[in-house]
């Protein structure tokens, strides 16, 4: 399989070198995991351990498919064909989105890498949100507006307590804008709600 490599050198950066793409990976905001033919785990980043709480030294070097035997990484190594979506994570029990792509040398599998996002926060707000809804009564359930505004303000208030009121992390998980967010906020009456409680 040939490749072309869209990078440069400059007078900054006079070369490409294994420090440099390692920094590279370990301040992408997603998880990544490499696995060589045999599924042992030869690399993952520094947000795996942030965000999944699980030390290093627990995965690397260990075998993909003794841990996670279904997953999308080994599939991919199988078929050589590129995958993503979303999929269940059974020995974290997490919900993750993930692209996953098999690696080459000499135009020969030697592996496969994984780039995923724990989505499990958000999934569990969309459930969480849908049963809240059916056991609140309306007094129109076709005034769109009120169902719409309610819908919001509860998604909103359900982020911030999966988020322990981290408002960063809850308006990610939302996907809307800081601004967005705080005007929210204020409409609802969320933020005097807040302060109330502190």
Known sequence: MSRVIHAITTPVIPQW???????????????????DTDT????????????????????LGRRLDGIEPN????NCLKTGMPSQ??????????DVVSNTFPLYHDERIVGAASIFKNITGAAGLSQELISDMEQVPMENPYNMKAITSRLERELIVSALGNYNNNRTQAMK???????????KLRKYGIEDRDKEMS
């Open 17 to 35: 070198n294994r420090e440099l793409l390692f920094k590279i990976l370990d301040n992408i905001h997603d998880v990544v995991l490499v696995i």
């Open 40 to 59: 042992t785990i030869v690399y993952v980043n520094e947000v795996y351990v942030r965000s999944l709480g699980v030390p290093v030294t627990k995965v």
């Open 71 to 74: 997953s999308s990484t080994i």
């Open 85 to 94: 979506g979303r999929e269940y994570v059974e020995s974290l029990n997490i």
């Open 173 to 183: 998980a939302l996907g809307i804008s800081r601004r967005a967010f705080y005007d």
